[in-house]
Nanobody, 119 residues
């Protein structure tokens, strides 16, 4: 089992910054992707940013140039630095990890952390 614990959400004014953290623990093997999704009220959960299996990064178009994903492999932790925040960034942000083990795919989610951007 893998546990993902997020932190760093909160309330910020438009134009401000927040940094989210996601610490993974447990039986972590063969990580395929690890990153962040978000879900606003009444909307689907969408990818924000992630590391791929090859080590590259993917970003949603709406956050390119404003958000940066980074990681500390020694701590099994992924970060999301969010700058120039906009009210439309308001959502619950979820950490996500996908691993491949012996031909099977496993997906894990954190509990979510609320980010609210006021105008």
């Amino acid at each position: 089992q893998v546990q993902l614990v997020e932190s760093g959400g909160g309330l910020v004014q438009a134009g401000g910054s927040l940094r989210l953290s996601c610490a993974a623990s447990g039986s972590i093997f063969n990580i395929n992707t690890m990153g962040w999704y978000r879900q606003a009220p009444g909307k689907q959960r969408d990818l924000v940013a992630c590391f791929t299996s090859g080590g590259s990064t993917n970003y949603a178009d709406s956050v390119k140039g404003r958000f940066t994903i980074s990681r500390d492999n020694a701590k099994n932790t992924v970060y999301l630095q969010m700058n120039s925040l906009k009210p439309e960034d308001t959502a619950v942000y979820y950490c996500n990890l996908v691993s491949h083990v012996v031909g099977a795919t496993y997906e894990y989610w954190g509990q979510g952390t609320q980010v609210t951007v006021s105008s």
